[in-house]
């Protein structure tokens, strides 16, 4: 179902588009030897050409040109041999050179595309216009100094990939659905962490609106955004505040913007600049970049298996709901955890113990999967024992509980608690009698036609057996005698 805004002429459209600025996983920055890692002191992760000196050149990173093709490759978008660098000339503060060395006409990476699942089953595909390296700028910091700004340089220079989507994104809800699944395609990839909290991933938001069947009218940009929450929640706020333009009979300012959460508004920054606002031009110290076809067929061939691939293998190998596959793929360490405790075993159980009582127990404790008290060969070995029929699915219950509070494995714990299942059928037959003779006035009404009460007798017995017995025996005993 489409998503609308009502205005008071009607009903308007959103049209959405995204530029994601990832930060490349490399040792170093994309021109310089410097450290690219998150951190440090200000301006200790800063070499000569970062911090803009004079007659200092900046050399290529092999690496950072690898990492954007192998995530081009893993939008199934189109590589290009052949891309150049840029200047992009603007004067601020952060950059000291008074330029960034971008990709503005030739990119590395063209045409792809991202397909996005929403919470009622849609598949959608947005398209990738480009995908195009540079170099990140410092950061400017206003809140040391009453009347000083301070510059920290330690992110100049860092490598980035600048993903920019067509404007094919119609809801909040599939922009935040499409900036999981790109952040969850970086992960995959060893290409970029996705941690917007660091800021190595963030986006710039692209928002108009229109009536339907119009072509798009004028855009603003929403600059900086970096979490998909905020992502979202302004999109719909600057939606409402251009309709709001558009139908008091105002024009809609093309213009940079920032969202402020706390007061829930979108506040113009600058008028938008034009391609010729920045008087790119080639970079006189960078030759063209050109890579040979045999290393991108080298580099897709070292790709590991990706969300979607591995979401349809889950289905077909281990016949898995559609929805609990997708869960189990949001991150590598989760899918490798479940399919550790899958093999060989009942691949639907292992599917619901992950995804309920395990991911319940580490959403409850705020641990990941890659700390989990339970490893993965331990939560198989409970399944084990409820395989051969040591323990039922209730007293599982208990004893995942005390793994998690002691890290026991589940059959020290069954021996040290005396857990093991019953299915003596002997003594479950007594018990069976027990039950039935102390409720002889619910055995005539069953026997009467109240079929519902059997649950009632399951439950004394168990109850009695103090929850060790076999279900299935039980319930055997108890249709036998009733």
């Keep these: 179902m489409s998503y609308t805004l009502e205005g008071k002429t009607g009903t308007w459209e959103i049209v959405v588009g995204l530029e994601v600025h990832a930060q490349v996983i490399s040792h170093s920055k994309l021109f310089s030897g410097a450290s690219a890692s998150y951190g440090g002191e200000p301006n200790t992760h800063v070499s000569l050409v970062d911090a803009g000196f004079p007659g200092m050149l900046p050399v290529l990173n092999h690496e950072c040109v690898a990492q954007a093709i192998r995530t081009g490759l ?43 699942e929403l919470g009622d089953g849609t598949v959608r595909h947005i398209g990738i216009t480009r995908l195009h390296m540079e170099q990140d700028a410092g950061k400017s910091m206003h809140d040391q100094d009453p009347t000083r700004s301070f510059i920290d340089l330690n992110r100049a220079g860092v490598a980035l990939m600048e993903i920019v989507s067509e404007p094919d994104i119609r809801s909040p809800e599939e922009a935040g659905a499409y900036l999981r699944k790109l952040r969850q395609i970086l992960r995959y990839l060893g290409t970029c962490d996705g941690n917007m909290e660091e800021g190595s991933m963030r986006a710039d938001v692209n928002v108009s609106v229109r009536k339907a069947g119009e072509p798009f009218r004028t855009r603003c940009e929403i600059k900086n955004v970096n979490s998909i929450r905020y992502v979202m929640h302004a999109i719909e706020v600057e939606a409402t505040r251009q309709i709001e333009v558009w139908e008091d009979g105002g024009e809609v300012d093309q213009e940079t913007r920032l969202f402020d959460p706390s007061r829930n508004e979108t506040r113009s920054l600058r008028s938008k600049e034009d391609a010729h606002d920045y008087r790119y031009f080639p970079d006189p110290d960078l030759l063209p970049l050109v890579v040979e076809q045999a290393w991108v067929d080298e580099l897709e061939r070292g790709l590991p298996e990706l969300p979607d691939d591995k979401r349809d293998r889950f289905i077909k190998q281990y016949g898995i709901p559609r929805y609990d596959a997708s869960v189990l793929v949001a991150e590598q360490a989760i899918a490798d955890y479940y399919e550790e405790v899958a093999k060989g075993r009942d691949a639907r159980l292992a599917a619901n113990w992950v995804t309920g009582d395990l991911f319940g127990a580490l959403n409850r404790t705020g641990r990941s999967i890659q700390d989990s008290p339970i490893s993965a060969q331990a939560l198989g070995g409970m399944l084990d024992l409820m395989a051969d029929k040591t323990i039922n699915g209730k007293i599982a219950k208990e004893v995942f509980e005390d793994m998690l509070e002691t890290g026991d494995s589940a059959a020290d714990i069954v021996e040290r608690k005396g857990l093991k299942q019953v299915t003596d059928t002997g003594a479950i037959d007594a018990a069976v009698a027990d039950v039935l003779a102390r409720n002889a006035d619910k055995v005539e009404e069953y026997r009467g036609g109240k079929d519902r009460l059997f649950g009632f007798f399951v439950g004394q017995v168990m109850k009695a057996m103090a929850g060790k017995a076999n279900p299935a025996i039980v319930n055997e005993a108890l249709k036998k005698v009733l």
């Design 74 to 116: 893993g939008l199934r978008a189109r590589i290009n041999l052949e891309s150049r660098f840029d200047r992009k000339n603007y004067f601020y503060a952060d950059l000291p050179t008074g330029y960034q060395i971008s990709q503005f006409t030739h990119p590395i990476v063209g045409e792809g595309t991202v397909e996005i």
